[in-house]
């Protein structure tokens, strides 16, 4: 970040138009070192929103256990976390209670896919895959609301 005390001086000063003063709000973002991703496979294959759904409930049932930090579901088959999970590849089967009319059985498979570091800006191949991790974490948190 650059002060006020090192940018550069204008070559230009202005002769046109009116004074005027700006203001900017700002909040002070942490960001965690580590992005956890994780492949998430639902069968049989549904709808986004069913999808949600399904990994709500199972969050729900399963939380203490397995999911003790939050996490962040794209719908499709991603799913961010903070915090490692205490598992490396889980099944679950989950029953719709109340998702639809019919009983059915989600098989809902968790593989860890990868990990991403917060890096510096020179570091561009783990830069991209921390800021696309970024992006889906704050896209499913948006979306949530």
Known sequence: MIS??????????????QECSVTANYALVGFPPLIYKYNVSITPRVSKSVNRDVMNQLIHLYGKSDFHRRTAYDGKNNLYTAALLPFKEKKFVICNDGLSRKEIK????IKFSFEVECCTPHQEVFGKKYMQSLNAVFRVGLSAK
Not at 4 to 17: D, K, M, N, R, V
Request: proline share 6%.
């Open 4 to 17: 006020a005390s090192e940018a550069p001086a204008s070559q230009y000063t202005g002769t046109l138009g």
């Open 106 to 109: 989600f098989d809902v498979v």
